[in-house]
């Protein structure tokens, strides 16, 4: 194992992990008034409508998949009668679909960014290597979706874990195809750098908007 792939697979992680950690705080404490998706609805609305729905439905199912299918053990499935072949074949079509509206919206998001000329002149360049990583991420999962095929639960799932339990196993890393490695080392920069980015916003889900009470602006009497 040489040193590349141990500080990418052993130390990489940690060092996004604290810059996820850090930085979310650093950020809440210091821009809080900068918190936000910093919405462009206002300037082109027809535009986003289709690619920010399909996006971020893609993306949210995407992510709920990961943890379900990644840091819970085979052997918790297979308690519940879930063999590996199945889980792999419920994690490919579920990921297939999902994936494809992550990837679509994208697409959408990204062409928007680069043709739509009132877009394009706010955004920064913070936002556009946002957009690219997360692009580079949902691009290379769906790549191995469709054509990678490798056996990630007993490969890059356990590694996960052995990430989230502190004994980092960068050797279970090894044999992992290129497309699978650079889904990861995508992915974790998306964590690592998402402080600093609009996708703070992630974090500020207007959750008690559904149980609030109703606001009244004017009284009917
Ligand atoms: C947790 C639930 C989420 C909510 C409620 C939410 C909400 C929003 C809203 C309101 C916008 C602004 C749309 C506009 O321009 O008007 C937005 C934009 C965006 N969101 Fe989310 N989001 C969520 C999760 C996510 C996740 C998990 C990601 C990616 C990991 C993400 C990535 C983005 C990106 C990249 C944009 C900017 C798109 C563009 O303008 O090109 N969001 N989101």
Redesign the pocket.
């Known amino acids: 194992m040489d040193a590349v792939h141990t500080i990418a697979f052993a130390v990489y992680p940690y060092v996004v992990i604290t810059a996820f950690v850090l930085g979310h705080s650093y950020r809440y404490a210091t821009d809080r008034y900068g918190w936000g ?1 910093r ?3 206002i300037l082109d609305k027809q535009g ?1 409508k289709v690619g ?1 729905t399909l996006f ?1 439905w893609g ?2 199912l995407t ?1 709920f998949g990961h943890a379900g299918g990644m840091l819970i053990p085979q052997s918790i499935y297979d308690s519940a009668g879930i063999d590996s072949r199945t889980h792999t074949q419920v994690a490919v079509s579920v990921g297939l679909v999902i994936g494809i509206a992550a990837f679509a919206g994208m697409f959408l ?1 990204l062409k ?2 680069f043709y739509q000329n009132r877009v394009r002149a706010v955004t920064t360049v913070n936002q556009f290597v ?2 690219i990583l ?1 692009f580079i991420a949902i691009s290379s999962g769906l790549y191995n979706v469709l054509l990678g095929h490798y056996d990630v639960l007993n490969s890059v799932a356990p590694w996960i874990r052995s990430i989230v339990i502190l004994r980092p196993d960068p050797a279970l890393m090894t044999p992992v195809p290129f497309s699978y490695k650079l889904h990861v080392v995508s992915g974790l920069a ?1 964590l690592g750098f998402s402080p600093f980015t ?2 703070v ?2 974090w500020s ?1 207007p959750l008690t908007y559904l149980i609030r009470r109703f606001i009244v602006f004017r009284s009917t009497c």
């Open positions: 998706a919405s462009s609805e986003l920010i971020h993306i949210l992510l998001l928007r960014r946002t957009l997360l998306i609009r996708l916003h992630i889900v």
